[in-house]
């Protein structure tokens, strides 16, 4: 399995801590960072057979983007064990089911991103992955269960995806 882990792009702010963080969308910047995410995959030639996005607002704007943008990609689907408070054991076992002979894009939050890379790439789960906003892992997965284990192949930046972005113009 090919797995693109995601954070999603730069989200508003709180307005305050007793205001839902559900409902906050990506900032324009923010949008245009996964517009620029979304292009440097479509010149990659990276094609998905599923999108699954927390379904927060701003991991929901982020993985559609990146669908409409990256051509001819799948329509997200929301998964809640994607959500920032679920368990990655739990989001494992459920993508264990999609199969191992896939390319899947997971659009996210931190630290349940970096739990997951971490349950994923190291003995006993603890590595230590900094995935920014509208950064992406890109993960070759050799098994799901009874134990995970996957190579992590590359991590992009939204610098580092500037700057490809700005050497093709």
């Not at 007793?18 to 996964?34: C, F, H, N, P």
């Not at 809640?80 to 494992?92: G, T």
């Not at 630290?111 to 890379?117: A, E, N, T, Y």
């Not at 995970?148 to 972005?165: D, G, N, Q, V």
Request: aromatic share 6%; hydrophobic share 45%.
């Amino acid at each position: 399995m090919d797995l693109f882990v995601v954070r999603h792009g730069e989200a508003g702010k709180r307005i305050s801590a007793a205001a839902s963080d559900s409902g906050r969308g990506l900032t324009a910047s923010g949008r245009k960072e996964v517009e620029v995410l979304a292009w440097l995959l479509k010149d990659m030639g990276i094609k998905f057979d599923f999108i699954i996005s927390s379904s927060l607002k701003r991991a929901v704007e982020t993985a559609h983007i990146i669908s409409g943008n990256a051509g001819r990609q799948p329509e997200p689907v929301q998964w809640k064990e994607l959500n920032p408070e679920s368990d990655p054991a739990i989001f494992i076992r459920r993508l264990a089911g999609v199969g191992i002979n896939r390319r899947i894009a997971l659009v996210g939050h931190n630290p349940f991103l970096q739990k997951l890379i971490g349950m994923l790439v190291a003995e006993g789960g603890e590595c230590r992955i900094e995935l920014k906003k509208c950064g992406v892992a890109r993960l070759d997965v050799v098994t799901l269960v009874p134990s995970p284990r996957a190579e992590l192949k590359w991590l992009l930046t939204p610098k580092i995806e500037k700057y490809a972005s700005s050497a093709n113009d």
